[in-house]
């Protein structure tokens, strides 16, 4: 299933770039359906699919600094889901991104990155088995993803319990990955990492027009958490982070659109503390199209022990100069259109604009002296009903 990874260098450098942002890793994993367990979308999903679905994405990825292309991304992801008879259903999902450019500014000195560029390619893909009863189902999973330098095997399990009227849905879910980690620019590193995480959920159904979701998740990492590309990074090796999320949907029958609020609040135990509001509005025109816009303010704390300045403060003997661990506020706005051809076949296209800056954090100062960062993404879609 996994195709072997080949990572091409430009030219002998001493370190490599950054890899991909955590915005890209995120958007890329959404929209291939790749979570290490899926949190229940709404309280449809209480039965098998009546008919196999297809979803195939094409995504393009561009950041810039101080008006320079930096990393570029293509992804091509596929999605589908089977029925296996009345009461089983088949979940599978697979991307392969491959990235190049060179680095991100901020990684050029403290961090250890040349910024020669590299090019590079990930494979990752997933597997559910979805088992349906009366008032509940069962479901098992297992994710893999593989680089030259990077291999990381994952399972779960998640149970959905509802109530007689099917007004209400509970998950609680559980998932595990063990990842294994090595560097093209030290031969002799052989380390390894290992994730527990959970999840709790409830979605309830307000009133015809309205629902609401409620999700708390935790993860705890342990072992190698350290970028062996930066020069200036020593991480913890143990890791606790806590999420809660709450969302709602409102249909709004005088313009037949739909409005989706999410709210998550996320801290950890390096300090990292952020709050994310999602605002997606859902308005058809006529028979045929359907507009989405999209935005999304962002902003987070630092790390206890990030420093971009050299030798770091930190007494504890961890540092960091990645900006991913700063204080920093971001902006995202974005369009999707997508157009329904009838008998199951629908198109979409979604272009996103992510903006980031030190200044923009709220509640905690941001981080001073970061590069501003801006980063386009942009995904194709084909969808098929059979």
Partial sequence: MCKPRNRKQRKPRKARSLKKTQYLRALLSAAAALPSFAVPSGVAAQSVAESSQFRFQYAYYQDRQEGEK?????????????????????????????????????????????????????????????????????????????????????????????????????????????????STNEPLLDESNHTFDGLLGVTQVINKNSLLQCNFTYATSNGYLSDPYKAADRRPDTRDKFAFLTRYVLFVPELEGSLHVDYRFFTDSWSVNSH???????????????????????????????????????????????????????????????????????????????????????????????????????????????
Avoid: C
């Avoid at 291999?151 to 063990?178: C, D, H, L, P, Q």
């Avoid at 604009?353 to 501003?372: A, M």
């Fill in 276 to 386: 994310t509001v999602d605002t997606m509005w859902y308005q058809p025109l006529g028979e045929v199209w359907t507009l989405r816009p999209h935005v999304r303010l962002y902003s987070q704390s630092k790390a206890d022990f990030y420093s971009n300045v050299f030798p770091p403060s930190s007494s504890l003997g961890h540092y960091s100069a990645d900006q991913r661990l700063s204080g920093f506020g971001e902006l995202t706005t974005g369009l999707k259109v997508i157009r329904d051809f009838g008998e199951g076949f629908s198109l979409s296209a979604n272009l996103e604009f992510i903006h980031q800056r030190g200044e923009w954090s709220v509640f905690t100062k941001g981080s001073p002296g970061l590069e501003e960062f801006t980063e386009a993404f942009f995904t194709f879609g084909i969808s098929k009903v059979f």
């Fill in 70 to 182: 930096r990393i570029k991304v293509k992804a091509p992801m596929a999605w589908t889901l089977v029925p296996l008879g009345d009461s089983t259903e088949l979940e599978a999902s697979a991307v392969l991104d491959s990235v190049s450019g060179a680095s991100p500014l901020y990684h050029d000195t403290l961090s250890g990155a040349s910024g020669v560029g590299i090019e590079d390619e990930r494979f990752a893909g997933d597997i559910k088995v979805t088992e349906y009863f009366e008032d509940f189902s069962i479901g098992v999973g297992t994710t893999y993803s593989n680089e030259d330098d990077y291999r990381s095997v994952g399972g779960s399990v998640e149970a959905r319990f509802w109530n007689e009227n099917k007004s209400t849905v509970y998950a609680i879910g559980f998932g595990g990955s063990s990842d294994d980690v090595s």
